[in-house]
C-alpha cells in the first residue's frame, strides 16, 4: 500500500509539472545584465489598460539606471477575458523569433498604440482569421513580412512558448496585470508610479547604507496609540502592532 502511495505521489508531480522552456521565458530590455544588482520583472497583458500606462514609465526607469545596474525583464500574461490578448501574446513570440529578440518591446508598443481597435468592444464582431490578418497587418507596419508572421500565430512552438510563460506566471501567483517582482519579490508598486517613485525603491537596494526617505503623500496617515507606522513602500502604509516589525516591500510582520 505505501509503494502504491509513494508511486502515486511521483506520478502527481510528473503531470503538475510545467513544461521546461527551451529559453529563459520573459524578453529582457535593452540586454540587460544577468549580473546587473537589481532585477525588476514585470508581468503584463498587450490587451490591459494598467499594462499599457505602466510599462513607459518602466522603460524609462531601465534607460535611468542602464543595464548594468538594472535588468527589466517583461513577462507576457494574457488574461482570458481580453479575447485578443493570446494572440497578441503570440505575435510577441513570433517578432522575437523573427528579429532575434531586437523587436519584442517595439511589438508592445505597436500593439498599445493600437489597443482602440483591439479591445473586445471594437472585435467581438469579427472572426479569429479577421483578426490574425490585423496582427499580421501590425507586423508588416514594422517592416516584416506579413505572410511569414501569420502562420507563426498557428505553430506549435510559438503557441507552446505562449502557454508555457503563462504557467510560468501562475507558479509565481500572478493573478493580474500589471504585478511586478524586484530580485524575485513581488511589490505592491502600482501603474501609475512614477520614475521617481521607482528610485526611492531602487536606490536603497544599489546603496544599502542609504537611509530609506520617507515617501511624502499628500494625504498623512495617522496610526492608534501603541502602533507604528510603517510606510513599506512609496505611499504604502500600515500600522505595525506590538511584536511586528516593518520590512521593507512587505509590510508588517511579526
Known sequence: MMKFLVAACLVSVVYGQIPIPSREVG?????????????LDVFIDLICPDS???????LQVAEMYGPTQLQ???????????RNSFYATKGAHAVAA?????????????????????VNSATNQFS???????????????GLVPATFEPMLDDPNIEEDARVAWKYGCTRGVAATPTFFVNDVMVGATPTWTAAQWKQLIDPILNPSQKRLLFKSHRLSACAPNTKRCEYLPGKIECCTS????????????
Open 128 to 142: 479569429e482569421d479577421h483578426m490574425k490578418d490585423v496582427f499580421s497587418s501590425l507586423a508588416g507596419s514594422m
Open 98 to 118: 523573427l528579429t532575434k529578440d531586437n523587436m519584442t518591446f517595439d511589438w508592445f508598443n505597436l500593439v498599445y498604440k493600437n489597443m482602440p481597435v483591439l
Open 243 to 254: 511584536g511586528e516589525a516593518c520590512i521593507p516591500n512587505v509590510g508588517c510582520r511579526c
Open 72 to 82: 527589466l525583464t517583461a513577462h507576457i500574461f494574457p488574461l482570458p477575458y481580453h
Open 27 to 39: 524578453y529582457v530590455y535593452k540586454n540587460g545584465s544577468d549580473s546587473a544588482p537589481v532585477h
Open 52 to 58: 499599457k500606462q505602466a510599462l513607459p514609465t518602466l
